[in-house]
Each structure stands twice: as C-alpha cells, then as structure tokens.
C-alpha cells in the first residue's frame, strides 16, 4: 500500500539517496562554513592601539553622546518659544513657560506648545484690535487707532451747532 505524501518527488529523492526529510541543507552550510578561513580579524588595529580606540571610542559614547542628545533634545524644545517670538505673538511668555515646563516632563507638553505657537489669537484680537504684541520688535505699521491723539486742544463741546462750527474749522485748516 502506498502512504499519500504531499511532495511526491521530494520523498521519491529522498528514499533513492537514503535520506530521509530535510537534513541535505544543514549539512551542505555546514560543509561550506568549514571550507571558509579559520581566521577572522574584526578591527584593524591590534594590541595597545585596540585598547587606546576602545578607550576613545567608550569616552564619546558615555560622555560626548549624551551632552549632545541633551543640547539635541533642549534646542528642539524651545523652537516653539523662537517661533512664537519670531511672529510676535502675544502670547509668547506663556509659551515659553509651556516649553519650560515641557523639559521636565519628558516632553509631553510639547506638541501643544507648537501648535499654540503657530495659532492665531482670536479672542486677543477682539479685544485688542490686534493678535502680534508690539512689545516684541518692531511697532506695527500704520497708526494704531486707539493712539491717534488730536492735533490740538479738546474743545468741549455742548450743542450740534458747536460740533459742526469746530469741524468746519479744522477742514478749513487742512486746506489752506
């Protein structure tokens, strides 16, 4: 009675050359292993000069490394605060403390110190007619409404007579 095999001809090889299975491929990487050199050099350097790059090479990745990861990890972390100052917003200090306070929490905080930096101040706007800070660089151009101040005295005045006989003065000071 013939037994039913998945691989006919994998199992027909395999009982000519009496070898049962999958054991050809281990002992053919084997054979090839052993016909490689015995000897493998993994450095370039040999005796003192191995311990002196071993030494070099441990003081960068122990010392050098983590200074530069820290000063890598501190410059991406105020970037918010650059960006932030850089378009005048009018919240820049807030941010800047957001940042701070993002430092010593493994940089959670982070994210909404970008995103903050790079929003527009709605609500400042609506109440300050503006949404950049004029404390950060250069005024804004133009006459900002809120300081234009008259070019003389404040006359005051009680009737509409009085308003339009004040206003008919100026105009005609303007002209000539």
């Known amino acids: 009675m013939v037994s039913h095999c998945k691989h006919r001809w994998g199992n027909h090889a395999a009982r000519r050359n009496g070898v049962r299975g999958r054991g050809v491929w281990p002992a053919a990487l084997a054979g090839l292993a052993l016909g490689l ?43 918010p605060e650059k960006i932030a100052e850089n378009k005048r917003h009018p919240q820049a200090k807030a941010i800047q403390t957001l940042c701070l306070l993002s430092l010593f929490f493994g ?30 660089g250069e005024p804004e151009p133009g006459p900002h409404p809120a300081r234009i101040e008259p070019a003389g005295p404040v006359p005051v005045l009680g009737t509409e007579a009085e308003v339009k006989t004040v206003a008919a003065v100026r105009q005609a000071r303007q002209r000539g």
Do not use: C, N
């Open 37 to 79: 050199p015995s000897v493998a050099r993994a450095s370039l350097f040999q005796g003192e000069t191995l311990d002196m790059v071993a030494d070099y090479i441990a003081w960068v990745a122990l010392v050098l490394a983590p200074l530069i990861g820290i000063a890598v990890f501190w410059l991406v972390h105020i970037l």
């Open 107 to 136: 940089g959670m905080l982070w994210p909404i110190a970008w995103l903050w930096a790079y929003t527009k101040p709605v609500l400042h706007k609506m109440a300050y007619g503006t949404d950049v800070d004029p404390e950060h």
